[in-house]
């Protein structure tokens, strides 16, 4: 039985948003929050997973959660990255923010809003910090100007740096070093350092026995790399058109770089290895037609089937 990765949003969600997950899901946020008041009880406000959430590939799968105090948690896995980071993390906060209240409302009944993002690339590459949190302050003094908006977030590659834990909290580390696990080994020999970590490597074991569940999460993983290829292919077209390299290269010259390139990409998103000879085939055809035909044909091709297959 492989055992899933808690970096894909889906399995997060399941992770922390189930039968087994409120005991788990206290401790990951008392870890990361470090409340001065313990917390005794936890609400998902959005809870469950719909077929069309699985399937839609622009959704991210988080978690919105009301503490007993009535402070509202935003939680979110970002295994990949994407455009617009920050923009989009601080929309998602401001909805969350704004949602609380109604018509008639007064402004004083708006409790704050945290948003805890865990990633699976390095967002700041020149900070070796672990876990960073964001205020809004004012620039020369840093006074804080309110404390409905807070932002946390873990860099879970950062844990291969061993100066990154130098002003982390080790509650906070020890989740990073289980959601970051390269292997499921170095998982469950961190599930022994703490019984709550240990208690959610058991119920990620639990869910990882589901036949269901190990579809769905494949289902998922397909659906995000196909995003991910529909990305790029229109990366790859702005290019061959001429908007990026085709106008450094002129417009010809740019447009067949960037359909191999993209097709290179493709396979290798997919885990689909060219062999030497359809390598050399590609760098060396230079037909727009057929340069379009493989394109296609990249997107859609099995393991262990030739690029080249087919094509005169």
């Known amino acids: 039985m492989d055992i899933l990765d808690p970096t894909q949003d889906l399995v997060f969600k399941l992770l922390f948003d189930g039968p087994r997950s409120q005991g788990i899901l206290i401790a990951l946020l008392t870890a990361i929050l470090a409340p001065k008041s313990p917390i005794a009880d936890v609400t998902v406000l959005n809870p469950g997973i719909s077929r069309q959430n699985i399937n839609d590939k622009e959704i991210t799968l988080d978690l919105l959660v009301q503490l007993d105090n009535g402070t509202q948690v935003h939680i979110e896995m970002q295994s990949d990255s994407r455009p617009g980071f920050s923009v989009r993390i601080i929309f998602y906060w401001a909805r969350a923010f704004v949602n609380q209240l109604h018509r008639g409302e007064a402004y004083t009944q708006l409790k704050p809003v945290v948003s805890i993002v865990f990633t699976g690339y390095r967002v700041f590459r020149d900070m070796p910090c672990l876990h960073s949190t964001f205020h809004i302050l004012e620039v020369k003094r840093h006074v804080r100007l309110t404390n409905v908006f807070e932002l946390h977030l873990v860099e879970l590659p950062k844990i291969e740096q061993q100066d990154s834990f130098s002003e982390v909290r080790p509650e906070v580390a020890r989740w990073a070093r289980f959601l970051g696990a390269k292997t499921d080994e170095e998982r469950r020999k961190v599930s022994q350092e703490d019984p709550m970590v240990r208690e959610a490597y058991e119920w990620l074991v639990e869910l990882s026995s589901s036949e269901d569940v190990q579809r769905y999460a494949r289902e998922r993983e397909e659906n995000l790399k196909l995003n991910e290829i529909e990305r790029r292919l229109m990366r790859a077209e702005a290019r061959a058109e001429g908007r990026v390299e085709g106008r450094v290269e002129g417009e010809e ?23 030497p000879s359809d390598h050399d085939a590609l760098m060396a055809c230079h ?5 379009d035909k493989l394109l296609e044909r990249a997107v859609l091709m099995q393991p262990g089937q030739a690029l080249f297959e087919g094509e005169s």
């Open 253 to 275: 010259t740019g447009t067949k770089k960037g359909k191999r390139e993209a097709i290179q990409r493709i396979l290798s998103l997919r885990s689909i290895e060219l062999t």
């Open 287 to 291: 037909d727009i037609t057929t340069l």
